[in-house]
Nanobody
Framework: QVHLIESGGGLVQAGGSLRLSCVVS????????MAWFRQPPGKERQFVAA????????VYADSVKGRFTISRDNAKNTAYLRMNSLKPEDTAVYYC????????????????WGQGTQVNVSS
């Protein structure tokens, strides 16, 4: 088990940018694949992006492709989500998650979660 803490959320105008961070405790960060999910108000949690343990492979939801970038720094035990060209529909609680498996983007596939950070995009 690992402990995940997200930060970086806030209020931003449409077209703006934010960078979310997810710090992971423990010495085994580099063995985990990392992902970001989000949960808009009144909706189910949805996949946003994932990055492999080495950082060599990334996957994005179609809704964020070209606007969001997932990255990681294994020396700092931290994963990031850079969000550009934000839209009001990006408003959600954003969660990071860690998993040793790869290829299944459903939230039930992830055992380790942070507490979430709120992102609000105004029009």
């Amino acid at each position: 088990q690992v402990h995940l803490i997200e930060s970086g959320g806030g209020l931003v105008q449409a077209g703006g940018s934010l960078r979310l961070s997810c710090v992971v405790s423990g010495r085994t960060f580099s063995s985990y694949n990392m992902a970001w999910f989000r949960q808009p108000p009144g909706k189910e949690r949805q996949f946003v992006a994932a990055i492999s343990s080495s950082g060599g492979i990334t996957v994005y939801a179609d809704s964020v492709k070209g606007r969001f970038t997932i990255s990681r720094d294994n020396a700092k035990n931290t994963a990031y989500l850079r969000m550009n060209s934000l839209k009001p529909e990006d408003t959600a609680v954003y969660y990071c998650a860690a998993n040793r498996g790869w290829g299944n983007w459903g939230p039930l596939s992830y055992d380790n979660w942070g507490q979430g950070t709120q992102v609000n995009v105004s029009s």
